[in-house]
């Protein structure tokens, strides 16, 4: 296991000025980290913890189960620790009234009204069900919820769920646990553009370049579990999300440069030498055409 | 289901429980979870609604009913 010294401090992060300025908000809440987690497939809670706080982030989720009477050590504890805002979900719910009793006991469990909407056609694929999760979102919207909706990459879908009232739209990368990026940007993109509510893109990454790439295609944040929690070493993974999802935050407001067919030179052709009088050296570069 | 020695059954998580008639959803959870606390990442279905942890000790229990004791756990 690599440890601490591998962890770059965060003010190695900090202190570039731009990633410090650049919250986002969602419902009113500001957040400093674009990184939201999940906390499910983690060997133990120590090794949950140190990949929190290599993440930075502030904001994670967490599931309702059956209460294991055997069960040691609170969850709780270590997110407080952390000092994180716990965001529970509806994971495993097939309808809306089941993501609704689901929420409400998330909302009793966590004192919070905040929720991550998960609503799943089939345990295979884990895709959301469009119709369930519409229905759902509706619900919780009137049952007073902040609704983060976990959704598909459609755009179509995404301004549905903002027009019923969700808080922030979160369409997949690839399915849940893949790890196989994102499989749609161009509709990722679509969605980012179009939306007046956080786009969050959940599910599907795998590594660094995934979650950068979302944010690069102009998505407000990252939600991601297993990439880090399953990952050989979870704390390194952690750091190297926190720096992917700052990277590709930083690549998207600085603006990237057209992709061209051709190449296109960065050194001036103006007052290029000439050598020698044979060859294909003798053409100026710029009469080569 | 309401057994001639006073006790009730009643389903926990699944599992049946035989728990004294009149007992209350704090009572019951106590029984099959020692030392789960209402709030604090804890919540209880009584036949598919929530029971707010302020009235798990008033909330009786009859014979039949299905609770589902819920806590956060790792996940999503």
Partial sequence: MVTTQTVAEPAAVAGDGTATADPFTIAGREFTSRLITGTGGAANHDVLERALRASGTELTTVALRRVDPAARGSLLDVLERVGVQVLPNTAGCRTAREALLTARLGREALGTDWVKLEVVADEETLLPDAVELLDAAELLVDDGFTVLAYTNDDPALALRLERAGCAAVMPLGAPIGTGLGVLNPHNIALIAERAGVPVVLDAGIGTASDAALAMELGCDAVLLATAVTRAQDPELMGTAMRHAVLAGRAARRAGRIPQRALAQASSSWAGLAQFGSTGSGSTAPGEAR | ?76
């Fill in chain 2, 1 to 76: 289901m309401t057994a001639t020695d006073g006790q009730v059954e009643v389903l926990v998580n699944g599992e049946v429980l035989r728990v004294p008639a009149g007992s209350t959803v704090a009572d019951v959870v106590a029984g099959f979870a020692p030392g789960l606390e209402p709030g604090r990442g804890t919540a209880v279905a009584l036949a598919d609604e929530v029971v707010p942890a302020g009235s798990w000790g008033s909330t009786t229990v009859s014979a039949g009913d299905r609770l589902e004791v819920l806590q956060a756990v790792a996940g999503g």
